[in-house]
């Protein structure tokens, strides 16, 4: 529900091997209230300068190439399983921090209820748009999906980079990493 120049701003950041991140300025994590006792307890363990680091960190997706998500504020994992060229089973973890406190955990466990299961305010959204680009998909239309927008002349996806919010770096970065990882070890007329 935030407005666009709010995504825009979020930044996104990738790294070489079609890994990356969405919220590298806020993301929709970055205003939750405070866990009373967390914060201390970062200090007691790790000083406070580095807890400091670890909760200003609000990455809106983490994604490690091919297919984990990582949101860190809420300590949630999914994975995304391909079962067919059609199917993909999403499984979702929530995960307990090392002697946090139980409000963190609630806090996850609601929010991904509320977000990812198929009776949520969010998810049946998400899945009926996944439906729909699945049909897309398979119309004898166009033969290409346009993944363009914000497209840099000559990008190089072996080096970190940190762009617009809204660019498609991150899925062209993912379709490089996928061509370059399915060819590697193959001759190229160049090498022949």
Request: net charge negative; proline share 4%; aromatic share 10%.
């Amino acid at each position: 529900m935030s407005p666009y120049d709010f995504f825009e701003g979020m930044g996104i950041r990738t790294w070489p091997n079609g890994h990356g991140h969405t919220g590298v300025n806020h993301s929709i994590h970055s205003d939750y209230s405070a866990i009373p006792g967390y914060f201390e307890a970062l200090c007691d363990s790790y000083g406070e300068e580095k807890a400091k680091a670890i909760l200003d960190e609000n990455r809106h997706n983490t994604v490690y190439f091919p297919n984990i998500m990582i949101k860190g504020p809420i300590q949630q994992l999914r994975v995304f399983i391909p079962i067919a060229a059609d199917r993909t089973v999403v499984e979702s973890y929530i995960y307990r921090l090392v002697d946090a406190p139980d409000e963190l955990t609630a806090r996850t466990a609601m929010y991904n209820r509320m977000i990812n299961a198929p009776t949520s305010i969010v998810g049946h959204d998400d899945l009926e748009m996944y439906e729909r680009a699945q049909e897309g998909l398979m119309v004898d239309g166009l033969e290409w999906v346009n993944i363009q927008r914000l497209i840099e002349e000559d990008e190089d996806f072996e080096v970190e980079a940190v762009e617009n919010g809204t660019t498609e770096r991150q899925m062209r970065n993912q379709f490089h990493a996928w061509v370059k990882f399915m060819t590697m070890g193959q001759k190229t007329e160049a090498a022949e």
